[in-house]
């Protein structure tokens, strides 16, 4: 069979017949590459396993999924209670957020009872032992492999059945029976597929590390997300010294818990109270400042909401968010001016987010919604304050779920006054030593704390 050439759209993995300048699946403009694709019988990557046999359902074991520790509780939490027996899963971020330190540390954890393959595209074997000397890594069951052939590793890994495969990084593998070179959309697909088939066929569990592009996405096809059973992304400033770890894609469990860590010089550290490390610095007695609490996944977490309003000298005043949905921040300065009473259409307004945590439920709608008041009348807030609730189109204050763990939360760090809403809140249990205050719209949400 002869190879053919096909046309590929980075974005969601749609093929095309011929190039074109808007991907007719996704819509993405100027995303579809040429890559010339080689028949897949004659794809060494793709022999991993014996072939398996069809089966009844009924013969299908239906017990519960195995699974293990990895020894860091953040991490565990991201994936649901742990990882998986013979799932695939996929660690991207951007380069040098530390992806090959988080998992290099499990190794130590992991060596303890299971025999771990760490196999390093991008690194020499001396680089991965002064790193893991570094980090306070030593175990006798952990084996280092330099090597970028996707059928030598396949090889390696039948030979000395390790239990565990860690694969440092997928772009940088490549099947010597294609042409294409490595990293490429065609190499990173079949590389993938062939780990894949390893960890569905032997039930070894496999990690991969993905670097992503500018646009944030894992680089490769979008495709590549689809296959894996687990999506994990590391977030965060490289200049900062904290990192959140979120899952995109979970099959084992949920995608909204995360897992906070700091960067030190021992590597990855644990934070197991990320709301204290959100707040931590921030400044007293200060305008455009109000602390939110967002529940990701089942823990709560507060954050810090800033706003910076200042009178514009464009004809269009220029709005920014960083950490806050954009439209929803503009729906909401639209809903301040209309029912709040405050004359925000000739004035800039900058909303940010500390610490890198994306606020994405409506449940940090008063907090923003508050931290630009105050900026406008150059007020600040009560240093105790947190404010959660949702704001709608008439400016009302709506209630929302898992109140009262928001407000055991914010009375754990010290919080004493909330602002909430008024409908829907009458059986909340006010937590020892805090005062509840509930408002029925952002006017008087504004007039009581302003």
């Avoid at 991490?75 to 998986?84: F, K, T, Y």
């Avoid at 490595?182 to 496999?206: E, R, W």
């Avoid at 514009?312 to 709040?340: C, H, I, M, Q, W």
């Avoid at 709608?392 to 898992?402: D, F, H, Q, S, Y």
């Amino acid at each position: 069979m002869k190879s053919k050439t096909v046309f590929y759209c980075k974005n969601c993995g749609n093929e095309t017949p011929r190039w074109q300048g808007q991907c007719p699946a996704c819509g993405a403009w100027n995303s579809i590459v040429e890559f010339e694709e080689k028949p897949a019988a004659k794809t060494a990557a793709v022999r991993t396993a014996g072939r398996s046999r069809p089966r009844k359902l009924s013969e299908v074991d239906g017990s519960e999924e195995i699974r293990f520790s990895t020894g860091m509780k953040e991490l565990d939490r991201v994936l649901g209670g742990g990882a998986v027996t013979g799932s695939l899963v996929l660690v991207g971020g951007a380069p040098g957020i530390g992806k090959s330190t988080l998992l290099l540390q499990i190794c130590a954890e992991l060596g303890r009872t299971q025999s771990v393959l760490y196999v390093s595209g991008e690194e020499s074997e001396q680089q991965i032992k002064l790193r893991a000397a570094r980090l306070g890594v030593q175990t006798e069951n952990l084996l280092v492999y330099a090597e970028t052939d996707i059928g030598a590793v396949l090889e390696t890994v039948r030979e000395i059945q390790p239990d565990i495969v860690i694969a440092d990084s997928v772009q940088t593998l490549y099947d010597p029976e294609n042409t294409s070179a490595p990293g490429t959309i065609s190499q990173v697909k079949a590389c993938t597929m062939a780990l894949m088939d390893l960890a569905k066929g032997s039930g070894k569990t496999v990690f991969v590390v993905g670097h992503v592009n500018k646009e944030g996405a894992i680089a490769g096809p979008k495709v590549l997300e689809h296959m894996v059973d687990c999506v994990l992304y590391f977030e965060g400033e490289r200049t900062g010294s904290y990192r959140i770890l979120r899952a995109a894609k979970n099959r084992f469990g949920s995608t909204n818990e995360i897992g906070v860590f700091e960067m030190g010089e021992q590597g990855l550290i644990e934070v197991p109270n990320p709301s204290a490390m959100l707040l931590s610095g921030r400044p007293k007695g200060a305008p455009g400042t109000c602390v939110a609490c967002t529940i990701e996944g089942t823990r709560p977490v507060l954050a810090e909401v800033q706003a910076l309003v200042a009178r514009s000298v464009l004809n269009v005043p220029r709005r920014t968010t960083e950490g806050f949905d954009y439209n929803r921040a503009n729906l909401l300065l639209a809903v301040l001016e209309k029912r709040g009473g405050l004359n925000l259409g000739n004035c800039d307004a900058y909303i940010n987010i500390i610490g890198g945590l994306r606020l994405d439920e409506p449940a940090a709608d008063l907090a923003m919604v508050l931290a630009v008041a105050s900026s406008f009348r150059d007020k600040a807030l009560d240093d105790g304050l947190a404010a959660i609730g949702e704001v709608g189109l008439t400016g009302e204050v709506r209630a929302v779920t898992a109140l009262e763990q928001r407000l055991a939360e914010a009375a754990r760090n010290g919080f004493t006054r909330a602002i909430i809403p008024r409908h829907g809140t009458q059986n909340v249990r006010t937590p020892e030593g805090m005062e509840l205050y509930r408002v029925r719209n952002i006017r008087e949400a504004i007039e009581f704390t302003l």
